[in-house]
């Protein structure tokens, strides 16, 4: 089905969210976990509010919650557009300038304030769909921000696609914008009573077309080891350096297998993401990833294996290792509902794209959701090479997402029986 022509407003939303300072931060307790990340949130209610979503609001934890009224007859299921407003504590996302690289050619992309920084085509093949289209990037010292302020700027095109065409046939549709989501912790606050969905997508995805049903399971992994500590010039056959034991246990570690580095597909991995102590007292921070809960379990078996060894030789040290469910593999609940990806794949080609059904190396507010009552894959936004300096994204695959999820919108309408 054709569309009413679509004036496009992700691209320039998307320029002004990104120059907002959004970093979560997961050494914080707090929710969100950086106040800073309301900034954007404010931002996006007033935007929302002016679009005519009158219940547009932002609440205490830093979540905002958005209506599109229905424009149907039917009693059509309650549709929820999700996107997250942080982005990744691994690169700084202060003072993002982002540049747009118009007409691309295939030509390196040397960014200006860090001429290291060259996005070259060979590193990243899906540059070579994007010949013709326009590029942005950011400037060479910070992260861009398509994660996920790509998926953001799309929602909300496509809130105000609809404010502008009434005419259009949909059911009510829920937007729901989440801090903290690079921590792990996107959805912990989120009251999905109040946002009365049946079923939601994120918009998080990478490559245009993509639709993700799968996602790794996690945990983390908190590792304390308690040495030993005494005057140095008098330590000898005392001291037991806490920081020594925990960098043999990470020396230990596999290197050809189960590490970011040597891993890929449907293989997991044990990642240690943080080191920090002193002589007495050494901590270390794990991620622990697999596309089972069986994998999670043998994975966490190996790491403890490793610990003990190491702690054997140190008989006046000792450690605790604690284990915190993140979250799991969304696919099985997804499978219990076939409809919500069948709906995702017309979509997709009802945009002028062929809809490519992958699995995620990695986690979304997705996952969250859909154990906790709300089925949930993820499409994509057309964001790549994120979380370093690197990332970049293209306005026709953001149009082309604002197409997809207009059209999702219309689909759940259309094949919900009168």
Same mark, same amino acid.
């Given at each position: 089905?054709?569309l009413?022509?679509?004036? *496009?407003?992700?691209a320039?939303r998307?320029?002004n969210?990104v120059?907002?300072d959004?970093?979560s931060d +997961?050494?914080s307790?707090t929710?969100? $976990?950086?106040?800073?990340?309301?900034?954007?949130?404010?931002?996006?209610?007033?935007e929302?509010?002016?679009l005519?979503?009158?219940d547009?609001?932002? /609440?205490?934890?830093?979540?905002v919650? =958005?209506?599109?009224?229905?424009?149907s007859?039917?009693?059509?299921?309650v549709i929820c557009f999700?996107?997250?407003? /942080?982005t990744?504590?691994?690169?700084?996302?202060?003072?993002?300038?982002?540049i747009?690289h118009?007409?691309? $050619?295939?030509e390196?992309l040397?960014?200006?304030?860090?001429?290291t920084?060259?996005?070259r085509?060979?590193d990243?093949?899906?540059?070579?769909?994007?010949?013709?289209n326009?590029?942005i990037?950011a400037s060479?010292?910070?992260?861009?921000?398509?994660?996920?302020?790509?998926g953001?700027a799309e929602?909300m095109?496509?809130?105000h696609y609809?404010?502008?065409h009434p005419e @259009?046939?949909?059911?009510t !549709?829920?937007?729901?914008?989440?801090?903290d989501e690079e921590?792990?912790?996107?959805?912990e606050k989120?009251?999905?009573?109040?946002?009365?969905a049946?079923?939601?997508?994120? @918009?998080?995805?990478e490559? +245009?077309?993509?639709l993700?049903d799968?996602?790794f399971?996690?945990d983390?992994?908190?590792?304390t080891?308690?040495?030993?500590?005494?005057?140095?010039?008098f330590?000898?056959?005392?001291m037991?350096s806490?920081?020594? !034991? =925990?960098a043999e246990?990470?020396?230990?570690?596999?290197?050809?297998?189960?590490s970011?580095?040597?891993?890929w597909f449907k293989e997991?991995?044990?990642h240690?993401?943080?080191?920090?102590?002193?002589?007495?007292? +050494?901590?270390i921070e794990f991620?622990i990833?697999?596309?089972? /809960?069986e994998?999670?379990?043998?994975?966490e078996?190996i790491?403890?294996e490793?610990?003990k060894?190491?702690i054997g030789n140190?008989?006046?040290?000792?450690?605790q290792l604690?284990v915190?469910?993140q979250? &799991?593999?969304?696919?099985?609940?997804l499978?219990?509902y076939?409809?919500?990806?069948e709906?995702?794949?017309?979509?997709?080609?009802?945009?002028?794209?062929?809809?490519?059904?992958?699995s995620? &190396?990695?986690?979304?507010?997705?996952?969250r959701?859909?154990f906790?009552?709300l089925?949930c894959?993820?499409i *994509?936004a057309?964001e790549? +090479?994120?979380?370093g300096?690197?990332e970049?994204?293209?306005?026709?695959d953001m149009?082309?997402a @604002?197409?997809t999820?207009?059209?999702?919108?219309m689909?759940?309408?259309e094949?919900t029986?009168?």
């Open positions: 089905m054709s009413p022509k679509i004036s *496009f407003t992700a320039s998307f320029l969210y120059r907002i959004t970093q +997961a050494a307790d929710c969100p $976990s950086t106040e800073k990340q309301k900034n954007l949130g404010r931002i996006l209610v007033k929302l509010l002016e005519g979503l009158s547009a609001h932002l /609440d205490e934890y830093g979540y919650y =958005a209506t599109i009224p229905s424009t007859e039917k009693k059509v299921p999700c996107s997250h407003m /942080d990744s504590p691994d690169c700084s996302g202060e003072g993002v300038e982002p747009v118009k007409d691309y $050619s295939g390196d040397i960014l200006p304030h860090d001429h920084q060259i996005i085509m060979k990243h093949p899906d540059l070579q769909e994007q010949l013709g326009d590029i990037t060479g010292t910070t992260l861009l921000g398509a994660d996920n302020k790509a953001l929602i095109d496509m809130a609809f404010a502008a @259009v046939k949909h059911g !549709i829920k937007i729901l914008f989440t801090p921590i792990g912790r996107g959805v989120a009251d999905l009573k109040k946002l009365g049946d079923f939601a997508y994120t @918009v998080d995805g490559t +245009a077309g993509s993700e799968e996602t399971s996690a983390g992994v908190s590792l080891i308690n040495g030993v500590s005494s005057h140095p010039g330590a000898k056959g005392k037991e806490a920081l020594k !034991i =925990a246990i990470i020396a230990f570690l596999p290197k050809e297998t189960l970011p580095e040597s891993s997991g991995f044990i240690p993401t943080n080191l920090h102590g002193t002589v007495e007292q +050494a901590k991620i990833r697999d596309f089972s /809960d994998g999670l379990t043998a994975h078996r790491l403890e490793i610990v060894e190491v140190y008989p006046n040290s000792t450690y604690v915190k469910e979250y &799991r593999n969304m696919k099985s609940i499978d219990k076939p409809q919500v990806i709906f995702g794949q017309k979509a997709i080609l009802r945009a002028g794209l062929k809809p490519k059904l992958r995620i &190396r990695g986690g979304t507010d997705g996952s959701l859909s906790m009552g089925p894959p993820n *994509f057309g790549h +090479a994120f979380h300096k690197q970049w994204v293209s306005v026709q149009q082309k @604002v197409e999820i207009i059209h999702l919108a689909i759940w309408e094949e029986p009168a």
